[in-house]
């Protein structure tokens, strides 16, 4: 077992040289104390423009690429990734931040405990964080834990050691400063990707930090979403449904029960009701969201549609039959509530029935069409789902028929014997 250690570098002149002899003089007591058999160190400069890689060529028993221009953090260690196809790969930052003589204690607790990730965590007793990158740290590590379930302290660790046949399922992830916090997400959101975390020391950069307190860290958090909507949609799309379900119920309930005692509506209650309109808007549209990105989910890998019971649910409200019983059921209603006020337009050109009943039957016609939408909006999904499957089986088909055919093996011509030939 070998660990391929990552080091992205952006012009980091300053620390380059240090961070590369710790790491080359780390590698004995790695593989003495860890499973890892051998390390290799490849130095990725992303774009560097001072003399990073004049510092980093210097040094013979590292494997050294260079990006002309910048392509970011994440796509510099993807790059460092596909060097080799050691069994395990990890990063650490090029600043000096962090010590390299951890890789061991990674490596054996992923080992250990059967991870498939194992990340060093910068929030522990010995660490020199900043006080405002410690408290976004743990606002990110607290959002994470709602929406998947699981804890890890510090999401964005630039010290990590991955096993290389979990980067299939991590991938893809972004080329920038969010690819740790987009990996963390990735795999707390996916089960099958359990994360070990051990607390490391430390230490405050060597040079300027390249990183944005504010912009990157709204960057991480549309990273963190963004992976919950891939992996997990159901825990946005649902939990927004529900919420807009209580509130428009709530809201709702006093007009109702007036309506019903009393068959009349207070003049005041419109913007009550047209509140619950929007609400109630709100969450038709957040299920017919998540049962498009149920839909689109199954295209990873032929994944087949999840079959829970929320899921079974979404698709049964969603499918021919439950439609067309809805229209039955709604289309009917809409016209009472206001075909007597179109007939009244028509013969008088003046509407005499009450506001209520407007708004009632345009937040069930809104909600109809947005149903109907969403049905053909999954169907031409679906279409497009079989398709890329049968268009990637033919592929399949025809890549194993050329590897089946024999190769031709080109002919010799006979030589021509009649110039030889003596007469006698």
């Known amino acids: 077992m070998r660990l391929t250690v990552v ?180 795999a707390l959101l996916d089960d099958r990707l359990p994360i070990v975390e051990r607390p490391m020391s430390y230490k405050e950069r060597v040079g ?24 997990r949609p159901a825990r946005v799309f649902l939990s927004v449904a529900i919420a807009c379900g209580l509130i428009t119920v709530f809201f709702a309930a006093h007009p109702i029960e007036m309506w019903l005692m009393q068959r009349r509506l207070e003049e005041s209650m419109i913007y009550r009701l047209l509140f619950c309109s929007f609400m109630g808007s709100i969450g038709v549209l957040s299920l017919s969201a998540l049962i498009i990105a149920q839909t689109l989910r199954s295209l990873e890998r032929n994944r087949p549609e999840d079959n829970a019971l929320v899921h079974r649910g979404l698709r049964g409200l969603f499918s021919k039959t439950a439609l067309t019983a809805i229209f ?24 005499h029935i009450h506001w209520s009943r407007v708004v009632l039957a345009g937040l069930l016609t809104f909600t109809l069409c947005q149903l109907i939408t969403t049905k053909v909006v999954v169907g031409l999904v679906r279409i497009h789902i079989a398709r890329q499957r049968f268009v990637t089986r033919q592929a399949r088909v025809e890549q194993q028929s050329k590897q089946r055919r024999p190769i031709p093996i080109p002919q010799k011509p006979l030589p021509d014997l009649s110039r030889d030939v003596v007469l006698t």
């Open 208 to 231: 300027e930090s390249k990183l944005s307190v504010v912009k990157d860290g709204v960057r991480f958090l549309q990273t963190i979403i963004d992976m919950t909507l891939f992996v």
């Open 328 to 351: 039955s059921v709604t289309a009917p209603v809409i016209i009472w509530l206001v075909g007597p006020g179109i007939l009244t337009w028509i013969g008088e050109r003046q509407v």
């Open 7 to 186: 080091i992205p570098a952006l012009n980091e002149e300053q620390a380059i040289a240090s961070i590369i002899e710790r790491t080359l003089a780390a590698r004995q007591h790695i593989v003495a104390n860890s499973p890892v058999c051998g390390v290799d160190i490849v130095v990725v400069s992303d774009g560097s423009t001072d003399g990073t890689v004049e510092i980093a060529r210097q040094y013979d028993d590292i494997n050294l690429i260079v990006f002309e221009k910048n392509q970011g953090y994440g796509a510099a260690i993807k790059k460092g990734f596909s060097v080799n196809q050691s069994d395990l790969v990890g990063f650490l930052d090029a600043d000096g931040t962090c010590d390299p003589h951890f890789f061991a204690e990674l490596c054996s607790d992923l080992c250990d405990q059967n991870a498939a990730i194992a990340l060093g965590s910068r929030l522990g007793p010995n660490s020199e964080m900043p006080p405002i990158r410690r408290l976004g740290n743990r606002i990110y590590a607290t959002i994470l834990s709602v929406l998947t379930n699981r804890i890890v302290h510090d999401t964005a660790s630039g010290m990590r050691v991955i096993r290389r046949e979990a980067l299939d399922e991590l991938y893809p992830l972004p080329d920038g400063l969010n690819f740790t916090p987009a990996m963390s997400a990735r």
